[in-house]
């Protein structure tokens, strides 16, 4: 069953003002808001997310930038992208991660748009099934299934630890200016972070508390198929973003055929 705030609001083009409200208060409620059938036009996408902040550029390679807009990141699957390793191009699952988690400060939200969903008849975890995950849900069951471990796993989640891409070192976990409760805080996750620090592990404790950490966040994550049309705008303090398997292609009669797949994304500050 969808969680209630994980049911879609409906985008009509006669109420955009409605909708507008309505996001606000499904942010202000649950830090995310879902549209259905908002329409696949970087310049509504843009216009309707400038309501909410600032839309940033990409801040790594510009090979997946839109053409109609730099704050647009295109995710879809070409061969040769995928060889090259272009993360805009990879096949594959993607790990719980924040966006743009070396910039400071934080960007406010992070916002997706499903322009294709692509081949949805493969097995479950093979579709491309959003994985979204709040935060102090991951923290309320470590505190429940390690009481007398939780503080010093939180304490060593603040504390800065080197991050891949970047000399200088950041904590994974920060204090909210606006946090509602003790479980309430920030978090930013590099998809590559954990095996980053692996081979440190014996100087950064930190490893130990990241793998407590990805593993309470594997149990309280929402696995979520996304239609064609949707958008998710969530708090990028509060809610991490990944995504099940994609398979890119397949050969039929010797030509590969591939996933048509497509995902915008923009970052706002
Ligand atoms: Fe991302």
Redesign the pocket.
């Known amino acids: 069953m969808t969680e209630p705030f994980l049911q879609p609001i409906s985008w009509t083009e006669a109420s955009e003002q409605q909708l507008v409200a309505a996001t606000r208060a499904a942010l202000a409620n649950a830090g995310i808001a879902r549209i259905a059938r908002f329409p696949s036009d970087a310049w509504r996408f843009i216009n309707f997310l400038s309501m909410f902040g600032t839309p940033l550029r990409y801040y790594g390679d510009e090979v997946g930038t839109h053409p109609a807009d730099a704050a647009i990141w295109r995710i879809k699957y070409d061969i040769a992208g995928a060889k090259r390793g272009d993360a805009h191009a990879v096949d594959g699952p993607?790990s719980v991660?924040?966006?743009q988690s070396l910039r400071m400060p934080r960007p406010r939200y992070?916002s997706m748009l499903m322009v294709n969903s692509g081949w949805q008849d493969r097995p479950a975890g093979e579709n491309g099934e959003s994985v979204l995950v709040r935060w102090s849900d991951a923290f309320k069951l470590m505190r429940m299934q390690m009481p007398t471990e939780y503080d010093a796993l939180v304490d060593q989640l603040l504390k800065p630890v080197p991050f891949p891409g970047t000399n200088e070192t950041r904590s994974v976990a920060y204090r909210l200016d606006s946090a509602d409760h003790e479980f309430d805080l920030g978090i930013r996750l590099k998809?590559d972070l954990l095996e980053f620090l692996r081979p440190t592990a014996a100087s950064h404790r930190a490893v130990h508390a990241l793998e407590c950490l990805a593993s309470a966040t594997r149990t309280v994550a929402h696995v979520v198929p996304l239609a064609s049309g949707d958008l998710v705008l969530m708090d990028n303090d509060r809610w991490g973003?990944?995504r099940e398997a994609v398979v890119g292609h397949v050969m039929r009669e010797g030509k590969p055929l591939i996933n048509p797949r497509e995902l915008w994304?923009v970052t706002l500050g």
């Open positions: 993607l991660h924040s966006s992070f998809g973003h990944g994304s």
